[in-house]
């Protein structure tokens, strides 16, 4: 008799539905189905251009498996395709639907900005940090923070084309050493890190006490006043001893310390 209808085509694993691929390549597979004949040729119009596709055995009856690897594909490039099958009785020639993909490699640029604080150890209970993420094809989707390995959403402010500003204020810290990066994910799954920044958190004060021969309070028969401290940190190393006499400060000699003393 005579056949009217053409081959069934469908997209199949592992062929990517429309969207934002990382990858270079696209592996476009499909199914053929015809109820009266042989499957004979398929055809990938890529960007629409006709290019010949691989045809596998009977995958059952009539149906046949074509496929093609389409690899080199060029960053920040729109592509779109759609298969094309014949029968054996060559008078019928469908086509499956339209795909659109968009090849994105590009990795977004991650930049620690003020007031976010460099490496250095700080008297607050806080460290804020605040980024800049910057993608050439696409749209910021979210950034995290790993502060000590352990991951944390950010706030992300309003955009300016593809350059996104993230932010969050850890507060209430405890007095230690922290380390601090942001991850920045494009739309298309893209992701990338800033530089690791160290905060070392030193709230509390040194204890200053009065040793001897330092003099306690009386009057003397002397025309000096040896004075002698001995100054404890609990966090940090003693960085300097200023004397305050009579409402002026002077530099005191620092002896060798044992650990934070």
């Given at each position: 008799?005579?056949e ?7 997209f199949?694993?592992p062929?990517?539905?429309?969207g934002?691929?990382a ?8 199914t053929?189905s015809?109820a ?22 009977s ?9 093609v690897?389409?690899?080199g ?9 759609r ?27 991650v ?9 250095n ?14 993608d ?5 989707d ?114 060798a ?5």
């Open positions: 008799g005579i009217i209808d053409g081959p069934t085509i469908s199949v694993a062929s990517v539905a429309n934002t691929l990858v270079s390549f696209i592996f476009v597979n499909i053929a015809d009266q004949s042989t499957i004979s040729t398929c055809t990938l119009e890529w960007n629409g251009v006709n290019e010949s596709m691989t045809m596998n055995g995958v059952s009856g009539n149906d046949r498996f074509c496929w690897n389409k690899t594909l060029t960053d920040g490039v729109n592509y779109t395709y298969v094309f099958a014949n029968d054996s009785s060559a008078n019928n020639n469908t086509a499956s639907n339209t795909r659109h993909i968009f090849i994105d490699l590009t990795v977004p640029i930049t620690l900005l003020s007031p976010t604080p460099a490496n150890t700080y008297t607050v209970n806080f460290v804020y940090v605040n980024v800049t993420a910057i050439l094809n696409l749209s910021i979210s950034c995290t923070l790993e502060w000590n390995g352990v991951n944390e959403s950010m706030t992300r402010n309003a955009s300016s084309g593809n350059n996104t500003h993230c932010f969050l204020n850890k507060t209430s810290l405890s007095d230690a050493n922290y380390s601090y990066r942001v991850f920045a994910n494009d739309s298309g799954g893209n992701s990338a890190a800033s530089a690791t920044r160290h905060a070392n958190i030193d709230t509390t004060v040194p204890t200053v006490d009065f040793a001897t021969p330092t003099p306690a309070n009386n009057t003397y028969n002397v025309s000096y006043v040896y004075v002698n401290v001995t100054a404890v940190d609990v966090s940090s190393n003693i960085d300097i001893c200023t004397l305050e006499w009579n409402g002026a400060n002077e530099t005191m000699t620092k002896n310390s044992s650990s934070n003393n």
